[in-house]
């Protein structure tokens, strides 16, 4: 990671505080781009802003995510790794984190009561939901893959309303506004503010603070 998205994260995370915004946030990323957006975000909320964290692994076993967090100095001992693929990849190469693992990514409708009853089954309140800072889905396209239209927008409706039960926490959605329009649109509809993290990522230069943008506040 370098510098300058470094610097464009914060601005970022600045605007977000200066306008008190919380909740789930509609990231406008390129496919090809959704590790660099998903390791700008983890450094910033993780290591910047001190908050501990959930990583939900839907495309790539959380193994990769790990892997790369060493390599570029980022700590993950405040992360949570949920993951949905790797039992269903079959790589079970061990990697220094807190991980729960889901049985596939199928009925990805269920995962929000499945990650509930795995964290109690932890007995360690330091994994509740509720002490989380942020939440992060490295691709969440990626789950029309496996799961129909309606269970990936039911998954979202059920992920945003327990988002909602905590006044702290937010949720980066990254989502390619081309690739995957309709996902794009339904997000979008949830959410009260937009990232065009497209324009930042291909202009540095760019103001990153204008790029976040309000939507929908009605829904605040």
Known sequence: MNTKDERQMLDILDAFDKRGFKGAILFDVPATQFVRANLMMLRGLSQERGLPG????????????????????????????????SRFSADFKVANANVGFIDG????????????????????????????????????????????????????QNFIQTLHSSEKMIAPLMIDSEKSGLLYETARSMCSVEVRMKDILSDPSLDAEAKVVEINCAKG
């Open 54 to 85: 959930i990583f939900i692994s839907v495309d790539r076993p959380h193994q990769y995510m790990v892997h790369l967090l060493s390599m570029h100095q980022i700590k993950a001992e405040s992360l949570i790794f949920i993951d949905a693929i």
């Open 105 to 156: 990514p199928f009925r990805i409708d269920r995962l929000p009561m499945a990650m509930n009853e795995w964290i109690k089954g932890c007995n360690d309140q330091s994994l509740n939901l509720g002490n989380r800072g942020f939440a992060i889905i490295d691709n969440l396209s990626a789950l029309l893959t496996y799961n129909s239209f309606t269970s990936v927008q039911l998954f979202l």
